[in-house]
């Protein structure tokens, strides 16, 4: 299918109009992230809190415009609505100290207004300061644990630069938008939510911190996880790397019962494990564990682990934070094709051992 024209989606776009201001969405500065590729477009559309229901036709109007467009097969506009920003207090502000930025105290971390999702009963966030370390791959393969356990499980991307959930769990699909909420997609029995089935494989993300934030919050609040007759036992909640704008805004919105830390054994990449344990330290998020991932790689004669990346790294933080080491993972070449085809390692070879060791981290989690 070809790719929808810009030019095209934008003037569609410019046919709805914008109770507040009179002008088109687009002209009123309100298509927000306009995503475009083969047979599908889609955009976020942020209004004030106090105006989120008047805009709800305005959301199925703009849908129905982009239908119209030469290419487009498929049409998703996400209604969210846009908290209003916290003034600075009377003299405050960013300063330096010497060479060292000081702390600005309207960007720290509150998880005072932090609510779980109707109808979920626990949330655990997979985390790293660093990218690369394969916290997305333990995050799906947790997941896909807990699932084998017989718990109702699901799976948050909220990785918005960098999604990883739709490649990894094989599905490829646009979410359904009923009644107000988002419907998560299903795949190796999970339930499943991510920006990435908004855009296509490969699509820039080119979207400002508050746009990120945005998506996220629309992710956390307007998604149907379960029902009061099926609750979902644990959401995974698949982190970007770093301590900004996203992972404040989860902290702040959504209540974690806990959090993974996920790093390499190296110390460049404990430094910035340090850092997100930090974060969730002064938000009272207990540190549920420590994985390290990448920890050996097998000699494919003897077995005996070749330790790469440096070996005892992430137990000796582990014991720093107070924190079991719940796993550690060897570099695995079924692992990385279980990521690319799709099939999760646990759930294409569970009795392997590398899907055996997720499994008792996953045992290790329920029982806290």
């Not at 699509?203 to 400002?208: Q, V, Y």
């Not at 997100?276 to 004669?301: C, H, Q, W």
């Not at 000796?316 to 934070?321: T, Y």
């Not at 279980?338 to 499994?359: N, Y």
Request: with cysteine; hydrophobic share 45%.
């Amino acid at each position: 299918m070809a790719t929808p024209d810009r030019a095209q989606a934008l003037a569609a776009l410019d046919r709805v109009i914008d109770p507040a201001s009179g002008k088109g969405l687009s002209a009123a500065g309100l298509v927000q992230g306009l995503m475009l590729g083969e047979g599908r477009a889609g955009f976020i559309l942020e209004v004030p809190a106090q105006d989120a229901a008047r805009y709800a036709p305005i959301r199925e109007q703009a849908e129905r415009a982009l239908k119209g467009v030469p290419g487009v097969v498929k049409a998703q506009v996400v209604l969210t609505a846009a908290a209003r920003a916290r003034p600075p207090a009377p003299g405050v502000t960013r300063v330096r100290k010497g060479a060292q930025l000081a702390q600005d105290p309207h960007a720290q971390p509150r998880a005072a207004e932090a609510e779980k999702p109707p109808f979920v009963k626990r949330v655990i966030a997979v985390a790293s300061g660093k990218g690369g370390v394969g916290k997305s791959t333990v995050a799906v393969n947790l997941a896909c644990a807990f699932a084998a356990q017989g718990l109702r499980a699901g799976v948050l991307d909220a990785d918005v630069y960098g999604p990883s959930a739709p490649r990894m769990l094989g599905v490829d699909e646009q979410p359904a938008f009923e009644d107000g909420k988002l419907t998560p997609l299903t795949a190796h029995g999970l339930k499943v939510m991510s920006i990435g089935f908004l855009v296509d494989e490969g699509a820039p993300m080119i979207w400002r911190g508050p746009m990120a934030s945005s998506a996220v919050r629309q992710m956390i609040t307007d998604v149907r996880w379960g029902t009061q007759a099926e609750p979902l036992d644990v959401l995974v909640v698949d982190l970007p790397p770093g301590t900004g704008d996203v992972q404040l805004t989860l902290v702040q919105k959504l209540k974690l019962d806990g959090v993974v830390i996920v790093s390499t054994p190296q110390e460049i990449a404990l430094i910035d494990a340090r850092r997100a344990a930090e974060m969730f330290r002064k938000t009272a998020t207990p540190i549920l564990g420590v994985i390290e991932n990448m920890a050996y790689f097998p000699d494919p004669s003897t077995g005996a682990p070749i330790p790469i990346f440096g070996s005892g790294g992430a137990k000796a933080e582990a014991a720093r934070l107070g924190a079991p080491l719940l796993a550690e993972i060897p570099i695995d070449i079924a692992l990385r094709a279980g990521g690319d085809d799709g099939v999760p390692i646990v759930a294409g070879d569970p009795l392997g051992a590398v899907a055996q060791t997720f499994a008792a981290a996953a045992r290790a989690l329920s029982a806290t």
